[in-house]
Nanobody
């Protein structure tokens, strides 16, 4: 069982920054992709950004240019640097790790961290 522990959420004003961290309980070398998703009240969970083992990245169009995802495989950690935050970024942010299995890929999720941006 893989444990993912997120931290770094909080309450900020529009235009400010936050940095989220997610630490995995297994070696990041085993994890094919790590990413951040978010879910706002009354909305479906959506992709924010993902990073592959070789640090290939993918971003939602709504955060491109403002958010940066990075992985530190030596620390089994993925980060999400969020700049120029907007009220619409308010959501619970979840970390996800994709671990290749024998026959299929297994997804693991963290418990989530709340990000609230006041306008």
């Amino acid at each position: 069982q893989v444990q993912l522990v997120e931290s770094g959420g909080g309450l900020v004003q529009a235009g400010e920054s936050l940095r989220l961290s997610c630490v995995a309980s297994i070696s990041a070398a085993i994890i094919s992709a790590m990413g951040w998703y978010r879910q706002a009240p009354g909305k479906q969970r959506e992709l924010v950004a993902t990073a592959t083992r070789s640090n290939g990245t993918n971003y939602a169009s709504s955060v491109k240019g403002r958010f940066t995802i990075s992985r530190d495989n030596a620390k089994n950690t993925v980060y999400l640097q969020m700049n120029s935050l907007k009220a619409e970024d308010t959501a619970v942010y979840y970390c996800k790790a994709d671990v290749p299995g024998i026959f299929t890929r297994v997804e693991y999720w963290g418990q989530g961290t709340q990000v609230t941006v006041s306008s």
